[in-house]
């Protein structure tokens, strides 16, 4: 069974920094790409970015090239959504995605990650 | 780049069809047969309902389909069901290699 389970809610301060990840099981890990979304409260999804772990190859919105690295780890079947330095704005909750290819849309979701930063 | 522009809301009665619509431009919706549909109910993680315009995955009533013309892409749900309220996002890969999705529409089953 297919299965994205991601690391659970934070509570930061602006300008900390914070990585999560979205631990992978059930398929091959390297043959898929996983992307991230955003929804900020109330609002709707998006793209954030994504990876193909079997080589690393990384796409980023423009929204978002410079304000976020997405990476992963294939020796344990994760994919990481980090910050350096968090804003009030990053407020939000995060999904990652399973997708066959860079253009199809995800099949398989994580359950999110919500991220509340506050001073 | 712009998200796709999608109706607010919708509403159909139960049994009714309804269609929610996603416009973008030659460079994403209109450039590519690459437009995903998606199901969040509140509180949930997205769905995938319809990939690369108009392919249902696995196990995803035949109630759902999807098209497109020209830079207008289009999910219609037929017998339309309480079961079926909620958020519907499109989304479009583009010509920069990227995804972009839609605002979000409200499904509201009468």
């Known amino acids: 069974e297919v299965q994205l389970v991601q690391s659970g809610a934070e509570v930061k301060k602006p300008g900390e920094s914070l990585r999560i990840s979205c631990r992978t099981s059930?398929?091959?890990?390297?043959?898929?790409?996983i992307g991230w979304v955003r929804q900020t409260p109330g609002k709707g999804l998006e793209w954030m970015g994504i990876?193909?772990?079997?080589?690393?190859?990384?796409r980023y919105s423009p929204s978002f090239q410079g304000q976020v690295t997405i990476s992963a780890d294939k020796s344990i079947s994760t994919a990481y959504l980090q910050w350096s330095s968090l804003k009030a704005s990053d407020t939000a909750m995060y999904y990652c995605?399973?997708?066959?290819?860079?253009?199809?849309?995800?099949?398989?979701w994580g359950q999110g990650t919500l991220v509340t930063v506050s001073s | 780049q712009s998200a796709l522009t999608q109706p607010a809301s919708v509403s159909g009665s139960p049994g009714q069809s309804i269609t929610i619509s996603c416009t973008g431009t030659?460079?994403?919706?209109?450039?590519?047969?690459?437009v995903s549909w998606y199901q969040q109910p509140p509180g949930k993680a997205p769905k995938l309902m319809i990939y690369?315009?108009?392919n249902r995955p696995s196990g995803v009533s035949n109630r759902f389909s999807g098209s497109k013309s020209a830079n207008t892409a289009s999910l219609t749900i037929s017998g339309l069901q309480a079961e079926d309220e909620a958020d519907y996002y499109c989304?479009?890969?583009?010509?920069?290699?990227?995804?972009?999705f839609g605002g979000g529409t409200k499904l509201t089953v009468l």
């Open positions: 995605a399973r997708s066959t290819s860079l253009w199809t849309g995800g099949d398989y």
């Open positions: 059930g398929y091959s890990f390297t043959n898929y790409w």
């Open positions: 990876i193909y772990p079997g080589d690393s190859d990384t």
């Open positions: 030659s460079s994403d919706v209109g450039g590519y047969n690459y």
């Open positions: 690369d315009v108009s």
């Open positions: 989304s479009a890969y583009t010509s920069s290699s990227t995804v972009v």
